[in-house]
């Protein structure tokens, strides 16, 4: 496995080598059951996964997991496909929503800034043998505080240190 992410002032990217072929990462990306398994942060589940993967069509996710001090919470997030290359890359707009998938700030949550949260994502999957070279890239995090930031660094590295595990599984 490798991982890295790098930041600089606009850009935030995680690289990961995912040991499967990438037809199977990109299942384990884009199916809601298998959504379900990895999507959030570790000790969280995602008890719901709306996808409708086509250029256009919307997703929304729900993670849900214990908060120190505050019981457990949801949080939703949502997005809009703009580009769909099977089994190559995915680029979306994304954003945090309430559980109607209506657009939120980090605010709403208690958590971070009173920005709007809506950026660009892009995700590539590149063949490498049989394995898969993993990119998930925010071109443009300029909008986003430290908070913000560090949130989306620890949530995406748990996710995909979980995605890792439901590979392995399959």
Same mark, same amino acid.
């Given at each position: 496995?490798?991982?890295?992410?790098?930041?600089?002032?606009?850009?935030?990217?995680?690289?990961?080598?995912?040991?499967?072929?990438?037809?199977?990462?990109?299942?384990?990306w884009?199916?809601?059951?298998?959504?379900?398994?990895?999507?959030?942060?570790?000790?969280?589940?995602?008890?719901?996964?709306e996808?409708?993967?086509?250029?256009?069509?919307?997703?929304?996710?729900?993670?849900?997991?214990?908060?120190?001090?505050?019981?457990?919470?949801?949080?939703?997030?949502?997005?809009?496909?703009?580009?769909?290359?099977?089994?190559?890359?995915?680029?979306?707009?994304?954003?945090?929503?309430?559980e109607?998938?209506? @657009?939120?700030?980090?605010? =709403?949550?208690? *958590?971070?800034?009173? %920005? #709007?949260f809506?950026?660009?994502?892009?995700? /590539?999957?590149?063949?490498q043998?049989?394995?898969? @070279?993993?990119?998930?890239? =925010?071109?443009? *995090?300029?909008?986003? %505080? #430290?908070?913000?930031?560090?949130?989306?660094? /620890?949530?995406?590295?748990?996710?995909?240190?979980?995605?890792?595990?439901?590979?392995?599984?399959?």
């Amino acid at each position: 496995m490798t991982d890295t992410m790098q930041k600089n002032p606009k850009e935030l990217v995680f690289t990961r080598i995912f040991d499967a072929p990438r037809e199977k990462v990109w299942e384990v990306w884009t199916e809601p059951e298998m959504i379900k398994k990895w999507w959030g942060p570790k000790d969280f589940t995602a008890p719901s996964i709306e996808i409708d993967l086509r250029e256009g069509g919307k997703y929304l996710y729900c993670m849900r997991g214990e908060i120190p001090g505050q019981g457990e919470k949801e949080y939703w997030s949502g997005g809009i496909f703009q580009e769909i290359r099977k089994p190559e890359k995915i680029v979306a707009i994304d954003y945090l929503t309430d559980e109607k998938g209506n @657009k939120v700030t980090p605010a =709403y949550y208690g *958590t971070g800034s009173d %920005n #709007e949260f809506e950026t660009t994502v892009e995700v /590539m999957f590149e063949e490498q043998g049989d394995k898969t @070279k993993f990119n998930l890239r =925010y071109p443009d *995090t300029s909008r986003f %505080n #430290e908070k913000d930031i560090s949130d989306m660094q /620890m949530g995406w590295n748990q996710s995909l240190d979980k995605v890792e595990d439901v590979l392995r599984a399959m």
